[in-house]
């Protein structure tokens, strides 16, 4: 009698156990403040030059664009960290396309330079 009341109990602790966990996760306000990374980082999107032409270049601001709708998303789901390393990783991406863009713009710039000063070297 007794091992039938522990089973029972047991039975019942364990389905009540599956019951609460798996309720689903209800998203939070929307329009709860948002960290400042995630602000950060849809500043930077608005902000960013890229080149759609260019493949790197594309494909670094559609994964921004990524971590942002995930960050948002984590954000709703009160997932704070997630959403915190979401917008890192975005801003990081950005961060090195912008540092890409200049540094090809400074090579063309050298090159347009030296250029110059041959031309005016050939022509006195």
């Given at each position: ?12 602790g364990?389905g009540?156990?599956l ?18 990374e ?13 080149d ?6 594309s494909?670094?601001?559609q994964r921004?664009?990524l971590?942002y ?6 954000v ?12 890192q990783?975005g801003?990081?991406?950005l ?26 070297l050939s022509?006195?």
């Open positions: 009698m007794k091992l039938k009341i522990c089973l029972l109990l047991l039975i019942l364990c009540s156990s019951v609460v966990f798996s309720q689903p996760v209800k998203p939070q306000n929307a329009n709860q403040a948002l960290p400042p995630i602000i950060q980082l849809r500043h930077a999107i608005k902000t960013a030059n890229y759609p032409q260019e493949r790197n270049s494909l670094r601001y921004a664009l971590y709708v995930s960050a948002k998303q984590h709703q789901l009160n997932w704070r960290k997630q959403a915190v390393d979401d917008a990783r801003i990081k991406l961060k090195m396309n912008q540092t890409a863009e200049r540094a090809k713009t400074d090579v063309a710039d050298a090159v347009l330079t030296e250029a110059q000063q041959y031309a005016d022509v006195g």
